[in-house]
């Protein structure tokens, strides 16, 4: 058995309202799901599941659920052709970034923004 399918990536978030529009914003993720606590928005190949912060402990006990306030907790990248175009449209749509866009020792072109949870999200381009 391989486990290398990734169907669905959940990210626990405070406030379901702001995440959801932030991922409409930014992605045009359209939503193929949601209830009070939830969004299941469609990728292209994958599903994102935002969740709310308080449903998460049902999920991961006995492990806790990390505070959104203790940093960066992972980092998601999204493969672009232009960084420098894609960093431009995200920014007339309202999106700050953390960084970039640099060119990274490892051979790509890169730049990161957080959505309203904390969750970094990356551009990449190969250089």
């Known amino acids: 058995m391989r486990l290398n399918a990734i169907e669905v990536?959940?990210?626990?978030v405070e406030d379901i309202a702001a995440a959801k529009a932030?991922?409409?914003?930014?992605?045009a993720?359209?939503?193929?799901?949601?209830?009070?606590?939830?969004?299941l928005l469609k990728f292209s190949g994958a599903m994102l599941n935002l969740l709310?912060?308080?449903q998460a402990p049902e999920l991961v006990t006995p492990s806790p659920v990390g505070a959104a306030t203790s940093g960066a907790r992972m980092l998601l990248t999204v493969?672009?052709?232009?960084?420098?175009?894609?960093?431009?449209?995200l920014q007339s749509r309202g999106?700050?970034?953390?960084?970039?866009?640099?060119?990274?020792?490892?051979g790509r072109r890169t730049a990161a923004f957080a959505d309203p949870?904390?969750?970094?999200?990356?551009?990449?381009?190969?250089?």
């Open 95 to 106: 999106v700050t970034f953390l960084n970039g866009p640099m060119d990274r020792h490892w």
């Open 29 to 39: 993720a359209e939503i193929i799901g949601e209830d009070p606590v939830s969004a």
């Open 79 to 89: 493969r672009v052709d232009d960084v420098n175009a894609t960093y431009a449209d």
């Open 117 to 127: 949870s904390g969750h970094v999200w990356e551009i990449a381009q190969e250089i």
């Open 9 to 12: 990536v959940t990210l626990f």
């Open 52 to 54: 709310a912060a308080s």
């Open 22 to 27: 932030f991922y409409q914003k930014v992605f």
